[in-house]
């Protein structure tokens, strides 16, 4: 027979009920004498944190009170509107090492693409014609490094670069990395544009913006916009580049055929809200097949484990119902425990869930101020335990069939939901291919139109490219390509009908199919595209070399890797003669 602890709940006067209905100020006196406690208790400055339990009539609540602010003695965490005083004995004197070599750097002095100047009026503005291109300056566009107003001439200093020996010549780096990734960009166009008072560097305003059409030669629509940032050395993205034209109007046959893709992507777009709309079908049938809640298997009592009994008025107790036919079998963890504890007749009793949620609870017994917890396993004995183990058997049935019901019910709704993804996903596979077929073709049509009227084109009609200029500088616009593959050469770089060999300081791979320009490394192997053709500019002690798109082909097609170079010799007055030099 398990020992039974005693309980027995004393009659409360009518009187001390009374005196104790003012709720307000029972919290109140709780906050003073929990922060009265908190400031005296030194294990509770350790742990900051205190924790109360109460119980109102057989009901346990749990209240928390943690103090992460009082007593804490770091400092407060600074806002972005914080001042910070940075100490000058951080502050090294140390000069910063310049690099030896310019960023941007023309390979030979002499060879470069020449600014041409522009008188301006600040205060009138100005429209610039640069050949084919033109440039829009608005009234007042200008600044001093102070940002006040420039009055009078501003000399416009400007350039352009349409093709593989402008870019050589310039110096201009033209690689790329985006994120990592490391390219080489591909023009369609490229400017500099500077401006000048009296010798000193003038601003564009910030309120201003100047307008550049810069005259393109390329009629295809795959650029971006890019500008130079000399300081990160990189180029900047901006935007992609609109293609605009002057004298072409788009066909019949085009507008027919955008009009076609714009249907087509609202079709596209409809779908997704479509799946997302029959998901949330399938979701709430789910949610509304009956719920399936697994019964807990009664314990058998353990011989030989210290066993109680709550001797206890279950009408007084209504919370102790639960356990009414249970023995509580005392842990093995409980230091504490004694069988005299079964001599007290204690006033309260309270159950809460153990440190293993489930199998395990907290009997927390009181009698004034003495207070005995005990960590118990509630268990079953003789025919308490068949007659719950027979109802468990017979509920865990139940449970089985309802499990195996409702995987039945779940499979039949999401095969239904996925039969109607997959019609979804098929037209939207169709709707996506239909789709590039029209884009492609009207790709060929744009190109195809572009060429024809390109062809027959004045002075005044042609491709432009128009940028927003809000800051002096190089702008372009371009398309990343990365390294040329499909075959590799180890060169060997020779002169004087190959009697002597160099080792060139840079080698630029002239691609002639594309207006590209690849920078390589040096003692690094040369990879082309057999597809493409290709030349070669070589610099090696101050001097340039050439090896022509027809020698390259030749040697490409024969596999050899001694790359015979012809110096340039001639007189470089200006970057037409390189040109010429390489066939572009």
Known sequence: MATKFNLNRPAVPDEEINSHKDFGELVNKFKAESIQKARSDVSFLKSKKATYTAIITGVTVICTVTYFAVFKKNPPKQTANDTIITSQKNISNTPKIKPNKAFIAPPISKLNVPYT????????????????????????????????????????????????????????????????????LESAGMFDIKGFQNGEQVYVNPKKVLTVELASNNITDKFNQYVLDTVAENWVYMKHDVLGTKGIEKTKETKETNFKTQQLQKQLDDIPPKIEAEKVVYTKKVNLLPKTVQPTKPIKSTEGRPQFE?????????????????????????????????????????????????????????????????????ALTGANYDKAIATYEKKFGEYKNLVTNREADEKKLKEEFEAKQQVYLAEQKKLNEELV????????????????????????????????????????????????????????????????????????????????????????????????????????????????????????????????????????????????????
């Open 117 to 184: 100047s522009y008188k301006v009026k600040a205060e009138q503005g100005a429209k610039i014609e640069h050949k084919q291109s033109k440039i829009y300056i608005p009234k007042n566009a200008f600044v001093n490094k102070q940002g006040q107003d420039i009055i009078g001439d501003v000399d416009i200093q400007y350039r352009e670069f349409h093709d593989q020996v402008d870019i050589i010549a310039s110096g201009i780096p033209m690689a790329y990395d985006s994120a990592g990734i490391k390219s080489t």
């Open 310 to 378: 709550l001797d206890v008025n279950y009408k007084e107790f209504p919370e102790l119902e639960a356990f009414k036919n249970a023995v509580f079998e005392v842990g093995s963890e409980n230091k504490n425990y004694n069988a005299k504890l079964s001599d007290i007749t204690w006033s309260s009793a309270e159950i809460s869930e153990g440190p293993q949620k489930g199998k395990n609870y907290l009997v927390t017994l009181r009698l004034r101020e003495r207070v005995e917890k005990l960590i118990v396993y509630p």
């Open 437 to 584: 077929r029209e884009r492609i073709k009207i790709r060929q049509e744009q190109d195809k139109q572009f060429a024809e009227q390109f062809s027959t084109m004045g002075n005044q009609q042609c491709i432009m490219r128009t940028f927003q200029v809000s800051n002096f500088g190089i702008y372009n616009s371009d398309c990343p390509n990365s390294m040329p593959k499909g075959a590799s050469i180890n060169p060997i770089y020779v002169i004087n009908n190959g009697t002597n060999s160099i080792t060139p300081t840079t080698t630029y791979l002239v691609c002639h199919t594309k207006n590209i320009v690849y920078n390589l490394i040096s003692g690094a192997p040369l990879s082309y595209n057999p597809e493409d053709t290709y030349s070669l500019c070589v610099i090696a002690n101050g001097k340039l070399y050439t090896c022509s798109k027809e020698i390259f082909s030749t040697l490409a097609k024969e596999n050899r890797n001694k790359f015979p170079l012809l110096e340039f010799s001639i007189a470089i007055n200006d970057v037409n003669d390189l040109k010429k030099a390489l066939g572009i």
